[in-house]
């Protein structure tokens, strides 16, 4: 199994870090973890981590919160520079997570959209894949990622959340894949949207995570997240693309190695 977002070097996992690591790999030692930088700090810690783990690497980058007024002056410039630096590490694999996000807050829509396109040109540059958080922004998200100079850019829409229509604008780009988390084993209507969703998204397109310890997914609802989780939402979405579980692991492994380029 691989976890393909996941936040490990957050304080929720102060206290017993290495043992949620180890029940990881217990029984899944050809699996990985991909943990996800957020900010400057973020971004060094998730290093950090990914040196210590020979199956743990690291995706560095400028969640669009640290726009936000309650966190320390930002300079993008310190950023840009700091990304290129730390992508010379043999751990990092990716750009993420980056984006967009008008849920916590809409009032600085075109400075989310600068950092975002700055960091998406980056990643061009530096021939690396792109992890995207969007909330309630997939208009725009869709408006900037389906750019011509973006085509070959390999992107991932993490915890992917948006509508059918949405959905099928996202399809066409053949570069994007999307990743599901815990929050699709909290609805209980068959008919709910976010099967529709999944149900028209190739396999090959699709991967999987946890985004610990958020979203932890049923039975684990309401507690902590960790990466073992992902079994859950392996099962979750085996089940509504009518595949086995070992099958759809199976691909889902594949897309993320694939995408990642692990080794």
Known sequence: MIDTHAHLDFENFKEDQKEVIERFFLNNQNGY????????????????????????FSAIGFHPEVLDENHKVFCLKEAKLQLEKLATNMKVVAIGEIGLDYFHNSKNKEKQKKLFVSQLDLALKLNLPVVIHCRDAYEDVFEIISQKKYINLNMVMHCFGANLKQTENFLTLKNLKFSFTGNTTFPKKEDTEIFKVIKTIPVERIMVETDCPFLAPNPHRG?????LFVKEVIQKVAYLKECSFEEFRESVDRNAIDFFNLK
């Not at 971004?43 to 743990?56: C, F, G, V």
């Not at 507690?223 to 990466?227: Q, S």
Request: net charge neutral; aromatic share 4%; proline share 3%.
């Open 33 to 56: 973890i991909i943990n996800i930088g957020v900010d400057f700090d973020r971004n060094l810690k998730s290093i950090e981590l990914a040196e210590k783990h020979e199956r743990i």
């Open 223 to 227: 507690k902590r997240n960790e990466p």
